[in-house]
């Protein structure tokens, strides 16, 4: 990988995270209404996960480059995950600020969000020995873990994280089910979303992991992929049903989400077949790997786009209308670090 192509993968994030920023900003300063406030609060907080992918990408290209040192190795991962931190603990605060329904949803959006970023930062955690799963290519696979890989204990914290976090998600939105008033079953139905992307992103935070340690068995190839597909297709499959359950304005908001981030569910399936695909074996097709997030970036945008139209009639599709072209930056954004991980493996 040249520098220039080193640089334009890290600041894809960047300005992915930018993009995020300024709509939210910007549609905070439209107006004070709730469909503005939950709207700009979401956008804003995307930019959490663009910033936790960049330490994703800046901890693998700096290795590919041969420009990585114990500093990055420790600062990268902690800067995605005080984002992250910080993200969750200002969700929590919009949630204390009243009972309102825009507190209510938009307050626990970005908590589920927070989770995401945190998970993000795990797969940068996981990367801090990409260079090794090149290097276990070449051995044989019952040589055990090479020098250099993280403990077993170590591999199994990582894992741990985004799976925690999924299912303490799911136990969040299981509490807004129960209390079934219409703001906290919106917000409950979008948390669960977003605690799906967090059960997606144990496959990839398992994937390197066991590859940086040498474990990764040929029943994995096929396992964590359709885990992944499975995530992304609830999320699709339940938004749909909830479009579909009732005419009630409020549904549009979530339903509309809940496909977009299956599409986020898709995205992160390239990475999970690419680095199943190229374990051990060669894939002549690797380098089409990273349309699929471009596929899936396109398809939030145009989506975006008819909603956009569709809330000069409707005005239910506000939300999802904006939300979904901060869901179209975070695809495009992980079209860069699926590239980022063909160049690393296809150099092996």
Known sequence: MNRTISIL?????????????????????????????????????????????????????????????????????????????????????????????????????????????????????????????????????????????????????????????????????????????????????????????????????ASIVRQVRNEFGDAERFRWTWWVVAMGTINVVVGIGVLLASDDPARLAPGTVLIGLGLICFSILSKVVLLALVWRRKFALANRIPIIPIGTALACLFFAAFLFEATTRQAGYFVGAHVLVGLGAVCFTLFSIVSILEAGTSES
């Open 9 to 205: 993968f890290r600041a894809i994030p960047l300005a992915m995270g930018a993009v995020c920023l300024a709509f939210g900003l910007y549609i905070l300063s439209g107006s004070d209404d709730a469909a503005h406030f939950v709207a700009g609060h979401v956008n804003v907080a995307l930019t959490a996960i663009c910033i936790a992918l960049f330490t994703t990408a800046a901890t693998i290209i700096r290795q590919l480059i041969h420009r990585y040192g114990e500093v990055w190795e420790v600062l990268l991962p902690a800067l995605g995950y005080a984002v992250a931190a910080a993200t969750v603990i200002w969700g929590i605060i919009v949630v204390l600020e009243g009972d309102e329904a825009q507190h209510v949803v938009a307050g626990h959006v970005m908590l589920g969000i927070g989770f995401i970023a945190a998970c993000v930062s795990t797969v940068a955690a996981a990367s801090t020995k990409f260079v090794l799963i090149a290097a276990n290519g070449a051995r044989s696979p019952d040589s055990g873990p090479p020098d250099g890989a993280y403990s077993r204990g170590v591999g199994a914290v990582l894992i741990a994280i985004p799976a925690v976090l999924a299912v303490t998600g799911l136990v969040i939105a299981a509490t807004l089910y129960a209390r079934g008033t219409t703001p906290e079953l919106v917000a409950a139905h979008v948390l669960t979303g977003l605690s799906l992307i967090c059960a997606a992103l144990v496959a990839l935070v």
